[in-house]
Structure formats: structure tokens, C-alpha cells
């Protein structure tokens, strides 16, 4: 089955720019969809599609895609983005695959 | 607006059978795929499988020979059923309403989750 692969770890100092990828064959030919995940509580999705924002995401959030790779961006971090990042997709077998998640430290 | 509260035991023993029922409420089941997701405790989310507004399923080529997940409209509810489990389907366990549009994917939202602990 299709694979999705997220660096482990990102850190950004508050205010900053901040790129979260995921690459994967699949998105080649599907857009990925990005969700936030703070402990203890259900993921949240933030981006999906070719860059659109469920409401209530703030639009620091963009979403962007080249070629086998997807970002997840984040324009001016603030404290509150601290969590883990996933990306998901549809394989050609309609499987759905998620990446392994990348944990986000605002400095 | 939607939301999803999944509910079932809490604790299963090894090689039985492990079954949740996510409920809807706030909107239709009509339209929109249903997905059941895993998350062992401190590792990532894993996709178990998906039905259809017309009860058709999709499972992760991984599980399918276990794994059954049905749709109950009149009920509002989606049914998640694991058989033969063992410790290493120990994990927070979401319900989520799924759209799928042609090559776009999504999840939302979301239920809280329940943990389901395998140990005898």
C-alpha cells in the first residue's frame, strides 16, 4: 500500500514561518488533507483539498502542493499551534493512508 | 452542527470481539462516507475502513479479514465490530464523517474517541 512520509519533529520560534511536508506517490495525483491534533483531544482538520480552510481555521493555515509532495504552512506561529501534525490521503486503490505525524514545537 | 460520540466496552479480552457504535447527531448520514480511525496510545492515527451512505465498505488491506463496519440510517449509527483481537489493538478508536470528492479527501468532524484496552 500507498505510503505518506512526515518529518518526526519541527520546531519555530513564535512568529515565525514554518513548513510541515509530506511525501507520498500518491499526491501526485491526490491532494492531501492536514489535520492538528493537541493531547488528549480528537484530530482537527485544518486544510484539505487544494488549499481550503474548514471555518474557524485561522489563515495562518495554507496548504500547497508539488509533484509527490504536500505542506502544510503556518504563517506567523503562535503558541497555540503546539501539537501534532498529520497528513492523509486516498491511494489508487481508494485506501486511505495517513503519514506518521509531525510534532510541532513554537519556541 | 454534526457531531459523533462514539460508545462501546472499554476493555475487551484477547481473541474476542471488539464493538463500538458511533452516533450521529445534528444532520444526515446521507451524502457523506463514514470512517472509523485508530490510535495505539502514543503512535500515529491508522485508517481502519469506511461505509457508504449505501452500506458499501471499504477496509485497510491489513485488518479486512477482521474487520466489519456497517451503517444503521434509521439509527443514526455507524458500527464498528474487530475480531480475534489482541493487545496490539489497544488504541483510542474515532469515528469521523468522511467526504471524498474527486481527488480530494477529508475528515470532519470528528468524535472524541474511546479507548478500547485489550487485556485479559
Known amino acids: 500500500s500507498s505510503e505518506l512520509t512526515q518529518d518526526p519533529a519541527v520546531s519555530v520560534a513564535l512568529g515565525q514561518t514554518v513548513r510541515i511536508t509530506c511525501q507520498g506517490d500518491t499526491l501526485r495525483s491526490n491532494f492531501a488533507s492536514w489535520y492538528q491534533q493537541k493531547p488528549g483531544q480528537a484530530p482537527v482538520v485544518v486544510i484539505y483539498?487544494?488549499?481550503n480552510r474548514p471555518s474557524g481555521i485561522p489563515d495562518r493555515f495554507s496548504g500547497s502542493s508539488s509533484g509527490n509532495t504536500a505542506s502544510l504552512t503556518i504563517t506567523g506561529a503562535q503558541a497555540e499551534d503546539e501539537g501534532d501534525y498529520y497528513c492523509?490521503?486516498?491511494?489508487?486503490?481508494?485506501?486511505?493512508?495517513f503519514g506518521g505525524g509531525t510534532k510541532l514545537t513554537v519556541l | 452542527q454534526v457531531q459523533l460520540q462514539e460508545s462501546g466496552p472499554g476493555l475487551v479480552k484477547p481473541s474476542e470481539t471488539l464493538s463500538l457504535t458511533c452516533t450521529v447527531s445534528?444532520?444526515?448520514?446521507?451524502?457523506?462516507?463514514w470512517t472509523w480511525i485508530r490510535q495505539p496510545p502514543g503512535k500515529g492515527l491508522e485508517w481502519i475502513g469506511y461505509?457508504?451512505?449505501?452500506?458499501?465498505?471499504k477496509y485497510n488491506p491489513s485488518l479486512k479479514s477482521r474487520v466489519t463496519i456497517s451503517l444503521d440510517m434509521s439509527k443514526n449509527q455507524v458500527s464498528l465490530t474487530l475480531n480475534s483481537v489482541t493487545a496490539a489493538d489497544t488504541a483510542v478508536y474515532y469515528c469521523?464523517?468522511?467526504?471524498?470528492?474527486?481527488?480530494?479527501?477529508?475528515?470532519?468532524?470528528w468524535g472524541q474517541g474511546t479507548l478500547v484496552i485489550v487485556s485479559s
Open positions: 483539498g487544494k488549499n
Open positions: 492523509s490521503s486516498r491511494d489508487i486503490s481508494r485506501n486511505v493512508v
Open positions: 445534528g444532520g444526515s448520514m446521507k451524502s457523506y462516507h
Open positions: 469521523a464523517r468522511s467526504v471524498f470528492v474527486a481527488a480530494q479527501n477529508w475528515f470532519d468532524p
Open positions: 461505509v457508504d451512505d449505501s452500506g458499501s465498505a
